[in-house]
Structures are given as structure tokens and as C-alpha cells.
């Protein structure tokens, strides 16, 4: 299994600009979560799903969208990029909710806005 | 606010010797919590978890305790190694607001 994976590792990205963070596992679990890290912070939920076809908003949601459609993908999209977003990008999944079920996280993706 | 928090940013430990890492959290409905650890260029990794039942749990190498009493929960790693190098983060789990995660502790290991 290849676990979770994360694509790209590295984005750099002008002002305005939209592009969308993938996250894929093979492990058949049912929730999937996005969280950023921003400098000297812990991770801050942003978005989650607890399945296919539901999602809903975390901690931070503002400037990022996501959809499941499968069970295996959740990717995160930025419709228009702000410096704010500059940030490292770790998307999550686990087989039930992190009060019960290990969560394991991707690689991250390091993007930078200009 | 409530936070998850960790007392000290950076722990410089001498290899073979034991670490302790710090965490305060103040949600004391927060019924579980769990500590990761992230290497650098790598996301969290789980190490250990505890629910708030329970005073202490071990692992190998690693033991996490709870004091509900001051809100208080430690990692201990026992005979740290080279490989002990990373950041530390403690979460707490309150329900539908999923994991709060601290700042974190960076665990230095000296040769």
C-alpha cells in the first residue's frame, strides 16, 4: 500500500492564480482530512469528509474548496490564490474519526504564494 | 481561548539519556489525545495515544502520562537515539471539532 500521497510536493504560485492540491489513499477509509501548517503553529483542520459525496468545514475553511467523490481522493482547491495560503499542506485519512481511528498523514505539499 | 499548548519550543537532550516533552491543554471535555511526531520534509507520524480513563500509558521507548488534575500531559522517551530528532506535537480530540494540535517541541538529540 502505498498509504497516503500527496501531489505536488513543491508549488510556488503568483496572486490570484487557482490550482489544486491532490490527495489519494489506498487504504479504503471513509474520512480524509486537510490541514495546513503555517511556521512555528501546530496543524489547523481545514476541510474534512466523513465519506463520499459529504464534506464540511474545519477550523480555517476560508479561500479552499473540496469535493469527494470517490473514497480514495480529496482534493483541495484554491480559486484564487493570496499570500496568506503560503503554507506546508497535509492531508490526512483514517478508517473512522481521529477519536477512535489513527490518523495517518501524506508527505505534505510546500506551497508558496508570491 | 481554549488551546493546546506546549511548555517549552525547543528540548536539547544528550543520546542514551531520557526526554520528557510538555504539553497543557485547557478543554476539559477533551476526553482523548494523541502524540505525533514529524521529521523534517515529513508529515505527523502517530506515536502514542491515551484517554482521559486513564493515568498512563506505554509503548516501546515511549510513555504517555495524564493529569486531568492541571490539565497536564507528557511524553517520556526513554534512551532517546539519533533517530528521536523531530518535532513533537500533542493533539486533543474534542468531538466534532476534530484534533487541535499544540505548537509543538522541537527534540534536539546531542551526540
Known amino acids: 500500500n502505498a498509504g497516503v500521497t500527496q501531489t505536488p510536493k513543491f508549488q510556488v504560485l503568483k496572486t490570484g492564480q487557482s490550482m489544486t492540491l491532490q490527495c489519494a489513499q489506498d487504504?479504503?477509509?471513509?474520512?480524509m482530512s486537510w490541514y495546513r501548517q503555517d511556521p512555528g503553529m501546530g496543524l489547523r483542520l481545514i476541510h474534512y469528509?466523513?465519506?463520499?459525496?459529504?464534506?464540511d468545514q474545519g477550523e480555517v475553511p476560508n479561500g479552499y474548496n473540496v469535493s469527494r467523490s470517490t473514497t480514495e481522493d480529496f482534493p483541495l482547491r484554491l480559486l484564487s490564490a493570496a499570500p496568506s495560503q503560503t503554507s506546508v499542506y497535509f492531508c490526512?485519512?483514517?478508517?473512522?474519526?481521529?477519536?477512535?481511528?489513527?490518523?495517518?498523514f501524506g508527505p505534505g505539499t510546500r506551497l508558496t504564494v508570491l | 481561548g481554549e488551546s493546546v499548548g506546549l511548555h517549552l519550543p525547543t528540548l536539547s537532550v544528550q543520546e542514551g539519556d531520557n526526554s520528557i516533552i510538555n504539553c497543557a491543554y485547557s478543554?476539559?471535555?477533551?476526553?482523548?489525545f494523541i502524540w505525533y511526531k514529524q521529521e523534517s520534509g515529513k508529515g505527523p507520524q502517530f506515536i502514542i495515544d491515551?484517554?482521559?480513563?486513564?493515568d498512563k500509558r506505554q509503548g516501546q521507548r515511549v510513555t504517555v502520562l495524564l493529569n486531568k488534575t492541571v490539565k497536564h500531559l507528557s511524553l517520556q522517551i526513554a534512551a532517546t537515539q539519533p533517530g528521536d530528532s523531530a518535532v513533537y506535537f500533542c493533539?486533543?480530540?474534542?468531538?466534532?471539532?476534530?484534533?487541535?494540535f499544540g505548537k509543538g517541541t522541537h527534540l534536539i538529540i546531542q551526540p
Open positions: 487504504m479504503n477509509h471513509e474520512y
Open positions: 469528509s466523513v465519506g463520499a459525496g459529504i464534506t
Open positions: 493533539a486533543e480530540f474534542r468531538g466534532a471539532d476534530g484534533l487541535t
Open positions: 478543554n476539559s471535555a477533551s476526553d482523548y
Open positions: 491515551i484517554r482521559s480513563n486513564m
Open positions: 490526512a485519512s483514517s478508517a473512522g474519526d481521529a477519536g477512535h481511528y489513527e490518523q495517518f
